[in-house]
C-alpha cells in the first residue's frame, strides 16, 4: 500500500532563506509526483509534476527533484518571500492493487516571515 | 468561465439526505478530477474522467458516492444517504491534456448534521 510522508509538519523561516521541504513515499511504482500549494481558505494550486523517468522540474524560484529508487522528493526553494507562506503538498500517482489514483502527503506547512 | 467553478459553495444537510455537487471545468479541458479533504486530514483522491469516462471508480470512499461527467464538461459528484463523515470540503479540479496542470476550483463545504 502506498504511503506518501511529508517532512517536516511545519516550517517557519526568515525571509530570504533557501529551504527544502521533504516527501517520500513506500512504493516506487509511481507515474509521476506532483507538489501542489495550498492557501487557506483557498483551492490548490499545481506548482510542479516530475514523470518518473525525470530527475527533476524547475520553475522559477522552485526546483522538485524525484529519487524514485529511494521513494524519496524534495521541493527547494530559494530566496524565501513571505508570499511563499501555504502549505506545501506532494502527491504521487500511481497504481495500487490495479487502482489508479492520487495518494497525498500530509503536507508541510511554511511560514516566511518577513 | 475563467477558471473551475463548483456550486454550491457551502452545503448543509440532514443525515440520510442525498447531495449533488456540481463541477464546471474550464472550457475545452479533457480531464477532470475529484478529490476531498475532511477536517484535520489531508487530500483524498476520488475519481478522475478522461473525457467523459472515468477509467476506475474505485477511489470512490463507498457505493453511496457516485459521479458523472457528460458532453465532455459539466461533471456532478453524488453522495446518497449522507453520514456524518462524509463532512469535508470537495475539491474538483480540471486539466487540458497534455499539460499536467490542474487547476483547482474554490470547492464544495460539506456539512452533514
Known amino acids: 500500500k502506498q504511503e506518501v510522508t511529508q517532512i517536516p509538519a511545519a516550517l517557519s523561516v526568515p525571509e530570504g532563506e533557501n529551504l527544502v521541504l521533504n516527501c517520500s513515499f513506500t512504493?516506487?511504482?509511481?507515474?509521476?509526483l506532483q507538489w501542489f500549494r495550498q492557501d487557506p481558505g483557498k483551492g490548490l494550486t499545481s506548482l510542479l509534476l516530475?514523470?518518473?523517468?525525470?530527475r527533476e522540474q524547475t520553475s522559477g524560484r522552485l526546483n522538485a527533484s524525484l529519487d524514485k529508487s529511494s521513494g524519496r522528493s524534495t521541493l527547494y526553494i530559494a530566496a524565501s518571500q513571505p508570499g511563499d507562506s501555504a502549505t506545501y503538498l506532494c502527491?504521487?500517482?500511481?497504481?495500487?492493487?490495479?487502482?489508479?489514483?492520487?495518494?497525498f502527503g500530509t503536507g508541510t506547512r511554511l511560514k516566511v516571515l518577513a | 468561465g475563467a477558471g473551475v467553478s463548483q456550486s454550491p459553495s457551502n452545503k448543509v444537510t440532514e443525515k440520510g439526505k442525498d447531495v449533488e455537487l456540481r463541477c464546471d471545468p474550464i472550457?475545452?479541458?479533457?480531464?477532470l478530477y475529484w478529490y476531498r479533504q475532511s477536517l484535520g486530514q489531508g487530500l483524498e483522491f476520488l475519481i478522475y474522467?478522461?473525457?467523459?469516462?472515468?477509467?476506475?471508480k474505485s477511489g470512490l470512499p463507498s457505493d453511496r458516492f457516485s459521479a458523472e461527467r457528460t458532453g465532455g464538461s459539466v461533471s456532478t459528484l453524488t453522495i446518497q444517504r449522507t453520514q456524518q463523515e462524509d463532512s469535508a470540503v470537495y475539491l474538483c479540479?480540471?486539466?487540458?491534456?497534455?499539460?499536467?496542470?490542474?487547476?483547482f476550483g474554490p470547492g464544495t463545504r460539506l456539512t452533514v448534521l
Open positions: 479540479a480540471s486539466r487540458l491534456s497534455p499539460s499536467n496542470e490542474q487547476f
Open positions: 512504493d516506487s511504482a509511481i507515474y509521476n
Open positions: 516530475i514523470q518518473s523517468s525525470q
Open positions: 502527491a504521487v500517482w500511481g497504481t495500487t492493487s490495479g487502482t489508479y489514483k492520487y495518494i
Open positions: 472550457s475545452g479541458h479533457t480531464a
Open positions: 474522467f478522461q473525457g467523459n469516462s472515468a477509467p476506475d
